[in-house]
Nanobody, 122 residues
Framework: QVQLVESGGGLVQPGGSLRLSCAAS????????MGWHRQAPGKQRDLVAR???????NYADAVKGRFTISRDNAKNMVYLQMNSLKPEDTAVYYC????????????????WGQGTQVNVSS
């Protein structure tokens, strides 16, 4: 079964930077899309950024110009470089993978990581 594990969250001052990483493990042949969502207390989980296997990206308006998503297809990893962080970026960040094809040629349901906390505060 495919699993996702995030890392890189923490506490940072406004204007600072963090880099989140997410590793997908299991019997993976390919993953069509990977990305990040976030959920602040009392709010719904929203898309932050998404990247397809061929490198096409899209971002939430709130993070455009500040966040950059990238992926390493060979390692089944996705990254989120977050710059110029603001207090409103504080949330739990969740990695996800969609369109997962296994080595047996089967497709699995979308997978989510357990989340990593990002706190932006002075």
């Amino acid at each position: 079964q495919v699993q996702l594990v995030e890392s890189g969250g923490g506490l940072v001052q406004p204007g600072g930077s963090l880099r989140l990483s997410c590793a997908a493990s299991g019997s993976i042949f390919s993953i069509a899309a990977m990305g990040w969502h976030r959920q602040a207390p009392g709010k719904q989980r929203d898309l932050v950024a998404r990247i397809t296997r061929n490198g096409s990206t899209n971002y939430a308006d709130a993070v455009k110009g500040r966040f950059t998503i990238s992926r390493d297809n060979a390692k089944n990893m996705v990254y989120l470089q977050m710059n110029s962080l603001k207090p409103e970026d504080t949330a739990v960040y969740y990695c996800y993978a969609a369109g997962i094809r296994t080595m047996l040629g089967e497709y699995e349901y979308d997978r989510w990581g357990q989340g990593t906390q990002v706190n932006v505060s002075s």
